[in-house]
């Protein structure tokens, strides 16, 4: 089971404050730090001091990490065109050595579009545009070095791009594919997805979803065994209940109500609801949010109590 640290920097951290987290989670021996990708807080958080642009910050820790993934959980397609992200991505994935996933979605948060002057189009239009930047964004990495990339789309058109920079990685970073829609995401995960996250749902959902993937890669011939299964949730763990009562306090949540939907407890507790979750939905990589970036002992309890009984 790959473990995951994943934060959401939009409730209020610096560039700093992330480095931190992402120096303790590499210590501690996580297989990654994940981000979210927005501009905007959410509920009754501050923010402060503002939000950080997701793809600048990874870059910074390409540079101030070595061993651990980077990613997001997701890049909003409504925030970027397709060339120029492909660009970025490539480029954070050479300056961290081979070391990005690439999680893209198709935006959905409409106060943080019209808080910076963002269009976020109708539902159907939002995936018409999602499918064209994933077709121009793996079709740019993909193309072989020498040759060029044309796409002609309804809303991307490309003329004999020189489809540079590359990716580190060849042919491309793995891309990760989420959400909760039952035929245009399965769709496009069996077509282009390396790994299908499902965030902050109970297990009878995400194996539902699960399965409609794999119903979709097997229709186009793909075996649905490619595509790597993980979640998401929001973790508050401790040495004993006054702890976990704490760090659930901390982000604003209860003890019970995180047991329900989340994952909070004990050691042994959380240990044993990740075997569940693995014995009911096949995953092997789950997510941590991590929602109290101050609170670095969290990530590093988890990692020493949880971490190896989990082999």
């Given at each position: 089971m790959d473990l995951r640290i994943f934060t959401e920097p939009q409730q209020g951290a610096t560039y700093d404050d992330l480095l931190r987290v992402a120096r303790t989670t590499e210590a501690a021996g996580?297989?990654?730090?994940?981000?979210?990708?927005?501009?905007?807080?959410?509920?009754?958080?501050?923010g402060l001091?503002?939000?950080?642009?997701?793809?600048?910050?990874?870059?910074?820790?390409?540079?101030?990490?070595?061993?651990?993934?980077?990613?997001?959980?997701?890049?909003?397609?409504?925030?970027?065109?397709?060339?120029?992200?492909?660009?970025?991505?490539?480029?954070?994935?050479?300056?961290?050595?081979?070391?990005?996933e690439f999680g893209l979605g198709t935006g959905w948060y409409d106060d943080e579009h019209t808080a910076y002057g963002l269009t976020l189009p109708p539902l159907k239009?939002?995936?018409?545009?999602?499918?064209?930047?994933?077709?121009?964004?793996?079709?740019?990495?993909?193309?072989?070095?020498?040759?060029?990339?044309?796409?002609?789309?309804?809303?991307?058109?490309?003329?004999?791009?020189?489809?540079l920079p590359k990716p580190a990685q060849s042919p491309a970073p793995p891309v990760i594919i989420g959400g909760g829609g039952k035929k245009r995401t399965p769709a496009l995960a069996a077509q282009y997805a390396d790994e299908f996250n499902l965030p902050f749902v109970d297990a009878e959902?995400?194996?539902?979803?699960?399965?409609?993937?794999?119903?979709?890669?097997?229709?186009?011939?793909?075996?649905?065994?490619?595509?790597?299964?993980?979640?998401?949730?929001?973790?508050?763990?401790?040495?004993?209940?006054?702890?976990?009562?704490?760090?659930?306090?901390?982000?604003?949540?209860?003890t019970d109500e995180l047991r329900a939907n989340g994952l909070?407890?004990?050691a042994a507790e959380i240990v044993d609801r990740i075997g569940q979750w693995r014995e009911k939905t096949g995953i092997t990589r789950l997510y941590l949010q991590v929602l109290d970036l101050s609170d670095l002992d969290h990530i590093e309890f988890v990692a020493s109590e949880v971490a190896p009984q989990l082999d």
């Open positions: 996580y297989d990654a730090f994940f981000r979210s990708d927005h501009y905007l807080k959410m509920g009754s958080a501050d001091p503002g939000p950080t642009d997701a793809w600048i910050t990874l870059a910074g820790l390409a540079r101030e990490t070595e061993r651990i993934r980077l990613g997001t959980l997701v890049t909003a397609a409504t925030f970027r065109h397709p060339g120029p992200l492909a660009i970025s991505v490539a480029q954070v994935d050479q300056m961290s050595g081979g070391r990005v239009e939002r995936f018409d545009r999602y499918a064209e930047q994933l077709a121009v964004i793996t079709g740019l990495w993909k193309t072989p070095v020498g040759e060029t990339f044309s796409y002609s789309g309804d809303y991307y058109t490309l003329a004999d791009s020189p489809a959902t995400a194996l539902a979803q699960f399965q409609r993937v794999d119903a979709a890669a097997e229709a186009i011939g793909r075996e649905p065994k490619e595509i790597l299964r993980s979640v998401a949730l929001v973790l508050a763990a401790g040495r004993d209940e006054a702890e976990v009562a704490r760090r659930a306090a901390a982000i604003g949540r209860e909070a407890g004990t």
